[in-house]
Each structure stands twice: as C-alpha cells, then as structure tokens.
C-alpha cells in the first residue's frame, strides 16, 4: 500500500497494491497491522457501514461530539468527491479542508480522523461506499455543520444543486458548530 499525505498531516490517501489481469483484480481492502505500520494508526473499527447515493446526493458535513468517530472510507460502486473538515479548535489546521477522489475504478481509501466533520458528493450516477468506523453510530451525539458554509469555502466540484437530507440542509454555520478543544 502506498499512503499519500494531504495538506492536513493527519488525514490520509491509502493506495492498495492492486493485483489486475484479464480475469479481474483482487487486493486486499483491510489489514490491521499493515495499516498501522504504514499510517502509524492504532485504532480500533467496530462498526462498518455501506451507504448507496444517487448523483448529485451530498452528504456532511457529519461528526460526532461525543464518541467521535475516525472512518476508513472507500468506494465500490461509481465515484465521490470525498472531504474532510478540521473542527479540532487546538489543531493548527482548524477549519481547513482537505478532499480525495473515491472511485471504484482507483480503489483509494481516505482516513478521515477523529475530531473531523465528514462529507461527500457523488460524481457519477450512483454510488456505494463503505466506511469503517471507531466508534459506535451515537445519534444523540451527532452534529452536522453546513455543507455550504462561506467560512469553509469547499469547492465542491458540481454545478448542479445538490440533493440534501433535511438535516444536512439545516446544518450549522461552522462559526456556531460545536467543535472539539
């Protein structure tokens, strides 16, 4: 596996060794010990979750106040502009944005820490993507910031209007988010 670094040290692009012939490709999506030998992290997954999206469906910017959730996520189906947003007040990296490409075609896996607001777009014209987790999903401690937000200034890479739940619709300003220390 190759790791590319991205503008924000902690989050990651894992590139797997892929093994292609005309039969089609195998590589290996997930190994523990590989992962914290290359990316130096340790933590544990407990819970992996697989999410299908329409085009143009945006979802984020999502994180978790309590129980924070770091995800390795990926795409097996169709491609996502995938993002990651630095709501760790002491970090000096704090409201910044860092973004992958995920597609099937490139096989990339993303680490998006904990202590990161997490969204996507979806590119093509549906989407699955799989992301494991390190914390359990905890409702009653999920915030949303806007997906939008001028102070962010994501360049989400779509003319189109995006296609948003109500509750990412109504995200918070990310001046007004709740943010770790």
């Keep these: ?8 040290p902690e989050v990651l692009i894992i590139e797997p060794r892929v093994f292609e012939d005309d039969r089609g490709f195998f590589f290996e999506s997930f190994n523990e010990k590989a992962f914290a030998e290359k ?4 933590s544990h997954f407990v819970q992996d979750n697989h999410s299908r999206s329409s085009q143009n469906v945006l979802r984020g910017l999502h994180y978790q106040i309590q129980q924070p959730q770091g995800k390795l996520v990926r795409v097996v189906v169709g491609t996502v502009f995938d993002v ?3 709501l760790r007040k002491s970090s000096p990296t704090f409201g910044q944005w860092v973004s992958c490409l995920l597609s099937a075609e490139n096989k990339r ?3 998006v820490p904990p202590g990161f607001a997490h969204g996507f777009l979806v590119l093509s014209e549906a989407a699955e993507f799989l992301y494991k987790t390190t914390d359990y999903y905890a409702p009653q401690h999920e915030r949303c910031v806007l997906w939008n937000d001028p102070d962010l200034a994501i360049a989400w890479p779509s003319e189109a209007e995006p296609v948003l739940s109500k509750k990412d619709s109504s995200g918070q300003p990310f001046k ?3 943010v770790f220390s």
Aim: no cysteine; hydrophobic share 50%; net charge negative.
């Design 39 to 42: 990316t130096g992290v340790t």
């Design 84 to 86: 990651a947003v630095d």
């Design 176 to 178: 007004t988010a709740e």
């Design 1 to 8: 596996m190759n790791i590319v670094p991205t503008d924000i």
């Design 109 to 111: 896996l993303f680490w």
